[in-house]
């Protein structure tokens, strides 16, 4: 089982990958004049994907069990990360006024929100080792 700090670390920079990845898109819609709830409705779902498979294959190399199970588990975990970070861009969205730069600050701030959730959903949900699982179910 690799250690809680690699994997944190590791985490992170998967999680960096998908910032560039949402936030890219994010920042292409806006600027295409998309609106910019739907714009992040839009650039979440790819970012996950990519998100999803870097971690399996590295954060957390867990290539155990059905990845179709595993991608659903952590769509589901994922999403209650989706629904902090995006209250919190919401919320920036209301207070102040929007612009390119404020849609970009207020996505940050709801990724870093949502970043705690999004660890401990894919640390303790999705990719728990075969032999992890069994000792807590004893």
Known sequence: MRSLSGQFARFLVVGALGFVIDGGLLELLVHQGVNPYAARALSFPPAVIAT??????????????????????????QLA???????????????????AETVLAAFAAGSAAGLLV????ARSVVFVSRRSARLAAE
């Open 81 to 99: 990360g989706a629904a902090t970070n995006y209250g919190v861009y919401a919320l920036v969205l209301l207070l102040i006024r929007h612009s």
């Open 118 to 121: 999004n660890f401990c959903g």
């Open 52 to 77: 999803w498979y870097l971690n399996r294959v590295w954060a957390f190399a867990d290539h155990g069990g059905r990845a179709h199970w595993q991608l659903a588990r952590y769509v589901g975990t």
